[in-house]
């Protein structure tokens, strides 16, 4: 059985930046495609990153794209998501992912196999 747990969390100001990590464990995700999510009070669950087996591809969401970086080292078993210029928006649990198939390209909510129980991410004004 597939474990992940995301750290790295917080309360920080409008413009700064945080970095989540996840760790799996249960087994090595090194063929996995991997993801971060985020779901806002009252707000469905939406896609942010995914990143393929190497790191070498990576997508984003639009939302994100230019400010928020995905990771992963595999010798580690963890994948990370480095938020800079972070938005009051941005506020939300966020949830890493693991998909099997290894298909990061089309990573969605609905696909993924395994999930983490999310850290809680708080951007003020």
């Known amino acids: 059985q597939v474990q992940l747990v995301e750290s790295g969390g917080g309360l920080v100001q409008a413009g700064g930046a945080l970095r989540l990590s996840c760790a799996a464990s249960?087994?090595?995700?090194?063929?996995?495609?991997m993801g971060w999510f985020r779901q806002a009070p009252g707000k469905e669950r939406e896609f942010l990153a995914a990143?393929?087996?190497?790191?070498?591809?990576?997508r984003y969401a639009d939302s994100v794209k230019g400010r928020f970086t995905i990771s992963r080292d595999n010798a580690k078993n963890t994948v990370y998501l480095q938020m800079n210029s972070l938005k009051p928006e941005d506020t939300a649990v966020y949830f890493c992912?693991?998909?099997?198939?290894?298909?990061?390209?089309?990573?969605?909510?609905?696909?993924?196999?395994?999930w983490g129980q999310g850290t809680q991410v708080t951007v003020s004004s």
């Open positions: 992912a693991a998909e099997k198939r290894g298909t990061y390209y089309s990573l969605t909510v609905g696909n993924a196999d395994y």
């Open positions: 249960g087994r090595t995700l090194s063929s996995y495609a």
């Open positions: 990143v393929n087996w190497s790191g070498g591809s990576t």
